[in-house]
């Protein structure tokens, strides 16, 4: 299931919460993985604080960041 309705790439107010039927905006989250936390701007819904990580992004940064994070 997900929360986000895409009607566009790039923009983050393309996406809408699929909840809150609000557009999502850039904010900034604080991204964690083994107790290490950096913060990151990405789309978040402004209503509820869902926030929206593309499959390019899972599959392509963050992974390249859990794996550096590992390797320690």
């Known amino acids: 299931m997900t929360n986000v309705t ?24 604080e991204a964690s993985y083994l107790d290490h936390a950096f913060p990151v701007e990405l789309p978040v819904c402004p209503k509820c604080g869902f926030v929206y990580i593309s ?3 899972a599959r392509g940064k963050m992974l390249k960041v859990e794996q550096a994070l590992e390797d320690k």
Do not use: H, N
């Open 6 to 29: 895409p009607e566009g790439a790039g923009d983050p107010g393309r996406f809408t919460c699929s909840r809150c039927q609000v557009p999502l905006v850039m904010g900034k989250v």
């Open 55 to 57: 499959e390019a992004l």
